[in-house]
């Protein structure tokens, strides 16, 4: 159906997005959708791992664990191309039981692997309150494909999500899946103007790494103090103002990037309205 673009909620909102090239035109096209101009600024980039040492290890002898938890897409693709690379047959895995975070378990799915648990709170917090709900959990085995994080301290996502399973009994494995690292900002004289300007209606996080790249490229707080902070989910919320962050949007469905487009526009069409 044609609508006029003057009459979707996101008319003409200029919107940073931050997240890196793969979600980030995923996150552009619900944007797009309800009438948004978003900017691309990724400030992380996801990429192959320099060394699979220690991934090739574990996915030797991957039918020997008992789950493999995901916390990301990015996790999920890196995991399976690898695979691939080492000839692998991805039906080794019908021996494991796998978790996957809201639609990431659509991935899954489409490498052609049952998903065991979509946990009802789109998080790795969500993983593991569902595994605690499984008798006999404790000494079970899981493999965690993770990112190894360059350039910033590592975000509290991760270790926080090791530290639940290992309470709960279970023997975890940590294995650096695929790269994130932060961008220079270089190349980003043209979205840095119109920020200090105050021609962004807001900046988007969909992760703390963003955030982190964020801080990294503009330390200084005058550069974006005119903008809407709007953060994916409670916990890229919490991180952000633990890093100094004002942050005005909270997605309530962060299982998806349209959840959080109707935050952004929810918020930005009230503020027009006061």
Not at 75 to 93: C, H, K, M, S, T
């Amino acid at each position: 159906m044609l609508t006029s673009s003057t009459q979707l909620p996101l008319h003409g909102k200029r919107i940073l997005v931050t997240a890196p090239r793969n979600y980030a035109l995923r996150l552009s096209n619900q944007l797009v959708n309800q009438g948004a101009l978003p900017l691309l600024m990724p400030t992380i980039e996801t990429c192959p791992l320099e060394n699979f040492t220690q991934l090739d290890i574990a996915l030797q002898k991957i039918e020997q664990f008992d789950w493999i938890a995901f916390t990301s897409r990015n996790g999920i693709e890196a995991f399976f191309q690898r695979l691939d690379e080492l000839q692998i047959n991805p039906l080794v895995l019908a021996k494991c039981r796998l978790c996957a975070i809201g639609i990431d378990s659509e991935k899954l799915a489409a490498f052609g692997v049952k998903v065991d648990i979509v946990p009802k709170e789109p998080s790795p917090a969500g993983i593991v309150a569902e595994l605690a709900q499984i008798p006999n959990i404790a000494k079970q085995t899981v493999l965690v494909p993770v990112p190894e994080v360059l350039d910033v301290p590592e975000p509290n996502v991760v270790p926080n999500f090791i530290a639940g399973l290992k309470q709960l009994g279970m023997n975890v494995t940590r294995v650096p899946t695929y790269m994130t690292r932060c961008l220079e900002k270089t190349v980003y004289e043209v979205e840095l103007g119109l920020i200090r300007q105050g021609k962004i209606d807001a900046i988007a996080f969909s992760s703390t790494a963003e955030i982190m790249g964020f801080l990294k490229m503009f330390p200084s707080k005058s550069d974006y103090e005119n903008c809407v902070i709007a953060c994916f989910g409670p916990y890229t919320a919490a991180n952000a103002k633990k890093l100094g962050l004002e942050v005005s949007i909270v997605s309530q469905d962060y299982s998806s990037f349209a959840g959080f487009t109707d935050a952004i526009a929810l918020f930005l069409n009230r503020e027009n309205k006061i």
